[in-house]
């Protein structure tokens, strides 16, 4: 099976190249619009952070709670 694959990817070898490269460059431009959309997002919490303040997150209270925090 991997001698026929490897003679099919030496017979064609221009072709493989170019399927080689499209799946690398496709790579490539969902990373960087994967970057874009996490900076966005970033973003967005930063400018949320800077009008409305720091959000203050609240533990219910019980017993045991503090010890577990501490």
Not at 19 to 25: P, V
Not at 38 to 43: D, I
Not at 50 to 58: A, K, L, M, R
């Amino acid at each position: 099976m991997y001698k026929l694959a490897g003679q099919f990817i030496w017979h064609y070898k221009m072709q493989s190249l170019a399927i080689l490269l499209g799946m690398i460059c496709s790579i490539a431009l969902l990373t960087g619009i994967r970057s874009l959309v996490y900076s966005g997002v970033c973003s967005d919490l930063m400018n949320a952070k800077n009008i409305y303040g720091d959000w203050n997150y609240c533990i219910p209270e019980q017993e045991d709670t503090l010890e577990l925090i501490t």
